[in-house]
T-cell receptor, first 114, second 111 residues
Framework: GAVVSQHPSRVICKSGTSVKIECRSL??????MFWYRQFPKQSLMLMAT?????????EQGVEKDKFLINHASLTLSTLTVTSAHPEDSSFYIC??????????FGPGTRLTVL | QKEVEQNSGPLSVPEGAIASLNCTYS??????FFWYRQYSGKSPELIMS????GDKEDGRFTAQLNKASQYVSLLIRDSQPSDSATYLC???????????FGTGTRLQVFP
């Protein structure tokens, strides 16, 4: 149990385009999902907390207009990187919280912006 | 600033030995503690959660919690080369749903 999927697993795009990443909890409902970013050889950095039916809460320094998050249902949250640039290239990982407190991670999406 | 600290390693142990990974945290109000394993290029995978002082065992893994000392540890018995990974300690921040992660300890198990 407690499986989280992400799609796509890998994406390469041109600078200036937008990329959407989906995060799904497959066998449980998650009112709260999280989005992280991880650069090589660094730890996870929380970007935002996504709550079903309400606006996401962004961490300090994360541009909410650049990283659009939508949590439209209890099993799906999406992250859209708008007007991506090479510095946005990273490993993006979502997690879904299984009540009351355990986070299960998706497999991650590796974004490369050319 | 709430913090979780881990020795970055690498911690090198021979196959079959016990690996001991340690973590300290700053938020005295935290009640939930987690260990995740992350292989290179992959996302974190939950190993164990612990909530009460003392030991919690699951197979070859034992988590230990001491809230008075603000200390969490993970013991891996009979270490295998496949255990070679980075181990992340995570502490749930009081009053939020967020996990505060340590920077991780890289474990190397050599044959």
């Amino acid at each position: 149990g407690a499986v989280v999927s992400q799609h796509p697993s890998r994406v390469i795009c041109k600078s200036g385009t937008s990329v959407k990443i989906e995060c799904r909890s497959l066998d449980f409902q998650a009112t709260t999902m999280f989005w992280y970013r991880q650069f090589p050889k660094q730890s996870l950095m929380l970007m935002a907390t996504s709550n079903e039916g309400s606006k996401a809460t962004y961490e300090q320094g994360v541009e909410k207009d650049k990283f659009l998050i939508n949590h439209a249902s209890l099993t799906l949250s999406t992250l859209t990187v708008t007007s991506a640039h090479p510095e946005d290239s990273s490993f993006y990982i979502c997690s879904a919280r299984l009540y009351p407190d355990t986070q299960y991670f998706g497999p991650g999406t590796r974004l490369t912006v050319l | 600033q709430k913090e979780v600290e881990q020795n970055s390693g690498p911690l090198s142990v021979p196959e079959g030995a016990i690996a001991s990974l340690n973590c300290t945290y700053s938020d005295r109000g935290s009640q939930s503690f987690f260990w995740y394993r992350q292989y290179s290029g992959k996302s974190p995978e939950l190993i164990m959660s612990i909530y009460s002082n003392g030991d919690k065992e699951d197979g070859r893994f034992t988590a230990q919690l001491n809230k008075a000392s603000q200390y969490v540890s993970l013991l891996i018995r009979d270490s295998q080369p496949s255990d070679s990974a980075t181990y992340l300690c995570a502490v749930e921040e009081r009053d939020t749903d967020k996990l505060i992660f340590g920077t991780g300890t890289r474990l190397q198990v050599f044959p």
